[in-house]
């Protein structure tokens, strides 16, 4: 199983970005999706999750300015980036729990990052 992201960028403030994450491999059925990010010297932290029923979880930083959705038949998750300020600066990593197999429990993988840049 693996997980690509893409769609990072550079932009100015007030910009906009769109991320995608393919999920490619193995599996029987994507679990719940989410994005996270890590700043230079800071923690990775949590930006968005949704269920495979399409349920969405904002966490502060990006709550009104960001939006998360996906298409489980291309089995690829998107973030909306709207807005976007200096601090949002960061790698955007995708994370996911897959069914790899019948009566198994659930797998996690990440995503290898994708760089967004604010900067005017």
């Known amino acids: 199983v693996q997980l690509q992201a893409s769609g990072g960028g550079l932009v100015r403030p007030g910009g906009s970005l769109r991320l995608s994450c393919v999920a490619s491999?193995?599996?029987?059925?994507?679990?719940?999706m989410a994005w996270y990010r890590q700043a230079p010297g800071k923690q990775r932290e949590l930006v968005a999750m949704i269920t495979s029923a399409g349920s969405t979880r904002y966490e502060n930083p990006g709550k009104g300015r960001f939006t998360v959705s996906r298409d489980n038949a291309k089995n690829t998750m998107y973030l909306h980036l709207n807005n976007l300020k200096f601090e949002d600066t960061a790698v955007y990593y995708c994370?996911?729990?897959?069914?790899?197999?019948?009566?198994?429990?659930?797998?996690?993988?990440w995503g290898q990052g994708t760089q967004v840049t604010v900067s005017s």
């Open positions: 491999g193995r599996f029987l059925r994507i679990g719940s």
């Open positions: 994370n996911a729990d897959f069914a790899e197999a019948p009566l198994r429990p659930t797998k996690n993988y």
